[in-house]
């Protein structure tokens, strides 16, 4: 049996990771960390996220057998182990799995980000020494790179950078931890993960589509005002402010979830993972991807925006976190995905036909009224 310690699996990323393991080896088990909520306790939520997750991946009949092993501890990781101590007293652990994260790509007044990413990292690495593991895997993120430019490469972390938010802040500060654990480790680092390429859809719909979902509550506020149905075509004169850039790294949820639990199994030999693809998206195609799905004219992106209007600054304002991911100048390395997966399921880019897959897959879901024809 393989025990794995494993944090943020009602998220995104590792909710889908956790099903691909369990399904790939029939004698991995694993005890869960997790938050409980105001609505749900801890074991539901997990039950409830597990479901899910196997329907959305076509093995709804996977769903039981993955629950009989799953065991759930509720604990808030950015808090002490010493109040958890049956926790600390858990045996015969093959691994610990971090991939819990407070994802706020805005201000952190009260540090709560950063607290959350860094604190929680430090305590699952004590916990690895009370436990006795000698192996950590660790789900960061391709945006450790802050504000750099040119070739990123996976090892290593640039020196000496700026940061977009305390979030980037946080994990970069957070693998450094990983880095001098002295234990041996694999970091996983995603870039900004949308709908898989088939079909286009996502389980759980983050960041990226923060700025679909506003856009589409405009158009809908719009056509209301002027008294039309939802699915008309539209001119909205609105600008975004982003420069031109080629190199937006959206990243297939199935490409991530297949690539980091095929890496999972390699012996943990210090090394980092861009999980990024190399067919990053771009600016333009993503403009037009929105504008077509809305059926609007008149949006834009635009690196200047001068005399912006109320409602500019407003979108602007309240969408400008996610802004600097769509102005960005990194490339980034994959040598070590391509030389350990022997580059399986690379055969991607997330081009302009995938793009409009994934923009209309959420509007299909969330805003059905305005696609209808």
């Not at 916990?127 to 993120?141: C, D, E, F, N, P």
């Not at 998206?281 to 992106?301: N, P, Q």
């Not at 309240?318 to 391509?338: A, E, W």
Request: hydrophobic share 40%.
């Amino acid at each position: 049996m393989k025990r794995i310690v494993m944090t943020g699996i009602t998220g995104l990323v590792g909710s889908a990771v956790a099903v691909s393991l369990l399904k790939k080896d029939k004698y991995i088990n694993i005890i869960a960390l997790v938050r409980g909520s105001a609505n749900k306790n801890a074991f539901d939520r997990v039950k409830e996220t597990i479901v899910e997750q196997c329907a959305f991946d076509g093995i709804p009949e996977f769903a039981n057998e993955a629950l009989t092993r799953i065991q759930v501890f509720r604990k808030n990781i950015s808090s002490p182990f010493s109040s958890n101590p049956e926790i600390e007293s858990l045996e015969d652990i093959y691994t610990i799995f971090h991939c819990a994260a407070s994802v706020n790509l805005g201000k952190d007044p009260y540090g709560t980000t950063y607290i959350d990413n860094y604190q929680g990292t430090k305590n699952m690495l004590a916990l690895a020494g009370k436990l006795g593991v000698k192996s950590y895997h660790q789900v960061s993120t391709a945006y450790v790179a802050g504000k750099a430019e040119g070739i990123v490469y996976e090892d290593g972390l640039v020196p000496n950078i700026e940061f977009n938010n305390s979030y980037e802040k946080s994990k970069y500060n957070a693998e450094k931890l990983v880095r001098n654990s002295g234990l041996a480790f694999t970091i996983y680092r995603p870039s900004i993960v949308v709908g898989r390429i088939s079909d286009g859809k996502i389980r759980k719909p983050l960041a990226f589509y923060r700025i679909l979902e506003f856009l589409g509550m405009v158009k809908k506020h719009q056509c209301s005002k002027l008294n039309i149905q939802p699915s008309q075509e539209l001119v909205i004169n609105l600008r975004l402010q982003a420069k031109f850039s080629d190199k937006i790294y959206f990243v297939p949820i199935d490409y991530t979830q297949e690539t980091i639990s095929n890496l999972f199994f390699l012996p943990p030999s210090n090394k980092t993972y861009h999980i990024t693809g190399r067919g990053p998206a771009c600016v333009t195609d993503i403009e037009g991807a929105v504008r077509s799905a809305l059926k609007v004219k008149g949006f834009r992106l635009t690196e200047i925006l001068d005399m912006p209007t109320i409602k500019e600054k407003m979108v602007n304002r309240f969408l400008g976190d996610l802004l600097p991911y769509f102005s960005t100048d990194i490339t980034f390395d994959i040598k070590n995905v391509i030389a350990d997966t022997k580059g399986k399921n690379l055969d991607w880019k997330i081009d302009r036909a995938v793009l409009d897959k994934i923009v209309l897959a959420y509007y299909r879901n969330v805003y059905p009224e305005i696609l209808k024809e």
